[in-house]
């Protein structure tokens, strides 16, 4: 088992990694920090390093630990019919493998569907969820010819050279087209990195997904976090899940996009740090 022991003085990056084999997968992660565990779960064409601000601004009050998922990164990619409950369940033995204790858990996008799915599989895990441009699951959160159209063109773009895929999903998408020069550029960097096979099983396994009836049962502090200007998960979902989760806290941040964690950094940590440091 990985030490639980780190420098508060470790860096965050893209080159200091560690891993764990979690049911035959490399397991690659970053973690910085001390204080009350904080994971992190990010997206589609993301891995650890796209919470590089957050690993850097949230460390001084929490032992933030930010995963590459199967199929990210660093990590090895899962079998091709991993689906969401899969995903879970990997995450959950990865927490118990690091000695995380009922961790506050932080999902971005596909990772908020799966803060979702490990709700659903472990009630009892979590100590508070914030989800950001969260989706219940493509099926769970948009309209059945929205998913149908997006695992059309999904899937096949994935095929194409990486430069194209950035192109396509970058700006207009992921940023909004008023997002600084060097976040695109940066985000561009992580994305050219994706694995065609580990990104088609994350988009078929958020594409099924439908968490609906979890939402109503969620009995942990919950936080929602979107930006106005988010196209991919815009902000009619974040009212949805507002509505059905009881006594969670809707945050829209204005002019900000998909990855709010990269486009509004700061505005983003304060939020999540106020949000978590008033229930410890």
């Not at 796209?50 to 930010?66: P, R, T």
């Not at 994935?158 to 060097?182: F, Q």
Request: aromatic share 6%.
């Amino acid at each position: 088992m990985p030490s639980s022991k780190r420098s508060p003085l470790q860096a965050p990056g893209g080159n200091d990694r560690q891993a764990v084999n979690i049911d035959g997968l490399h397991i690659a992660y970053q973690r910085i920090g001390e204080g009350p565990p904080l994971l992190l779960l990010h997206g589609f064409f993301g891995d650890s390093r796209v919470w590089s601000k957050q690993l850097a601004g949230l460390s001084s009050e929490f032992d933030v630990i930010a995963w590459d998922a199967p199929g990210c990164g660093q990590s090895s990619d899962p079998p091709e019919t991993f689906r969401m409950p899969d995903y879970a369940r990997c995450l959950s033995l990865f927490i118990k493998a690091l000695g995380l204790v009922r961790p506050h858990v932080l999902g971005l996008s596909f990772g908020s569907t799966l803060s979702l799915e490990l709700y659903r599989q472990n009630p009892g895990l979590c100590r508070t969820m914030v989800l950001a441009a969260a989706y219940a699951g493509w099926s769970g959160s948009l309209p059945a010819d929205v998913v149908e159209q997006r695992l059309r063109k999904t899937i096949p773009d994935l095929d194409l050279p990486a430069a194209e895929v950035v192109t396509i999903y970058n700006v207009p998408g992921l940023l909004t087209e008023s997002a600084p020069r060097a976040t695109v550029d940066e985000n561009a960097a992580i994305m050219s990195e994706f694995h065609p096979s580990g990104m088609k099983s994350m988009t078929r396994a958020l594409a099924e997904a439908d968490l609906r009836e979890v939402l109503p049962r969620i009995d942990v502090p919950t936080l929602l976090l979107y930006g106005d200007k988010d196209v991919r998960s815009p902000l009619t979902v974040g009212e949805e899940l507002h509505a059905r989760i009881p006594g969670s806290r809707l945050v829209v941040m204005p002019g900000v996009g998909h990855l709010s964690n990269f486009e509004a950094a700061d505005r983003f940590n304060a939020e999540v740090s106020g949000f978590l440091r008033s229930r410890q």
